[in-house]
């Protein structure tokens, strides 16, 4: 099976992408590829990496022989993949990547640097890439993934050549999940939808019962802040829910990644006390996960906020008349019940309130005070307020 039927309905992408790989002249040294989150930007960064290295020249990105397969597992020793999951990329692992960006392939055609996430470059980290992505070595290629261009500062950005991905439609989702994952048709269409065309969450909510039922709890809770005591508690609900997500999967993780280190190491995982060269290296580990714990954290809610804000959208849609499908349609009540108690101009204020709780925690915010903040601006009018201006009138 072709790489690219992992690129869900972006066949203008895909075009790109193959265009680059088979006609001569069309390709260049470094790609930036932007897309909101779930439009599979990464994927369809891997894809690219798995056509360069394809073993079948006449068609590039087969799927099947070594070098696809080793690609998309994350193992080919020429594909360099950056996926950290602390909150910024300093300048030493920058100036690192600029330095392995010099050798040269050793199995495959190209030297290939991928960065998912390109937009926690730190500035003085871009300014570390700047060289190495002008002139980079003739068969070493930069893709580099960000959810807009705006997010690179404007030097690393104009020396790539870039790739836009849009939201692909909830009907190429669905189908995706049906074929590759064997969804039933009707949990594959609502999980779709559900999570707004994005392909990871869509497939979470197809597969898991928790997620379903926790995505029911964060879309019911704006009927639920009828007072600050509420809206604080709704609020605690949110930070403790992501943090023992967090700490669970960080909990599992340090203890294989602690035990592999020390046995890297030659260190005695069952001794007591270690000696000080091997507990500096524990620290940074420790430092580490803890980083990548706070980032987890961080994704969860905003996920959640996602969810949250997508109830005031279609209640927004409800009260104007709207003919646009509406995310979540399978809870009409609870839609058409918000529509009637928000003017529209309070539903469009609720949005705007969510989506600075967002800006707030990109900036660093600490989780619970913003939250707070955003759950009390949500908080119910004390009267349905019949000043609609659409179908609800």
């Known amino acids: 099976m072709s790489v690219f039927t992992r690129v869900v309905g972006q066949d203008r992408v895909v075009d790109t992408i193959r265009q680059a790989v088979t006609v001569p002249g069309a390709m260049t040294h470094a790609w930036l590829f932007t897309g909101p989150p779930g439009s599979g930007r990464s994927v369809a960064a891997r894809t690219f990496a798995a056509a360069l290295q394809c ?3 006449d068609d590039p990105g087969c799927g099947e022989c070594s070098a696809c397969r080793t690609v998309l597992a994350g193992s080919h020793p020429d594909v360099k993949v950056v996926d950290t999951e602390q909150t910024f990329i300093k300048v030493g692992e920058a100036r690192e990547l600029a330095i392995e960006a010099q050798a040269r392939p050793t199995m495959g055609r190209w030297r290939v640097i991928l960065v998912e996430d390109a937009d926690r470059f730190t500035e003085q ?22 959810p807009s261009v705006d997010d690179l500062i404007v030097t690393v950005r104009s020396r790539c050549r870039h790739v836009r991905l849009g939201t692909p439609p909830v009907e190429a989702v669905a189908t995706l999940l049906i074929e590759r994952d064997g969804i039933d048709p009707s949990m594959a269409h609502y999980a779709a939808r559900a999570a707004q065309s994005h392909v990871g969450i869509a497939r979470r909510l197809a597969t898991d019962e928790h997620a379903r039922n926790r995505r029911r709890e964060i879309t019911s809770m ?14 605690a609900d949110l930070v403790a829910e992501a943090g023992e997500g967090a700490e669970a999967v ?17 260190a005695d995982p069952s001794a007591r006390t270690q ?13 580490r ?40 349609a399978s809870e009409p009540d609870l839609v058409t019940s918000l529509a009637r108690t928000f003017s529209v ?49």
């Open 125 to 146: 980290a871009a300014d570390a890439l700047l060289k190495a992505l002008e002139e980079p070595p003739p068969r070493t290629v930069w893709l580099l993934c960000a």
């Open 289 to 328: 996960l803890k980083a990548e714990s706070r980032r987890q954290q961080h994704d969860s809610i905003d996920a959640a906020l996602t969810d949250l804000s997508s109830v005031y959208r279609d209640a927004l849609l409800v009260a104007t008349g709207s003919e646009v499908e509406l995310v979540n």
């Open 250 to 266: 960080s909990a599992d993780r340090a203890e294989s990644e602690r035990k592999a280190l020390l046995e890297q190491l030659g």
């Open 222 to 235: 704006p009927l639920q802040l009828t007072g600050v005591g509420a809206a604080l508690s709704a609020a």
């Open 55 to 57: 073993e079948r020249t």
């Open 275 to 287: 000696p000080p060269a091997v507990r500096s290296h524990l620290k940074r580990l420790d430092d």
């Open 345 to 393: 101009d309070g539903l469009l204020a609720a949005l705007e309130t969510i989506g600075l709780a967002r800006q707030r925690l990109i900036a660093n915010g600490a989780p619970l005070l913003v939250l707070e903040a955003m759950m009390i601006g949500l908080i119910l009018p004390s009267a349905p307020q019949g000043r609609h201006t659409g179908a609800l009138g």
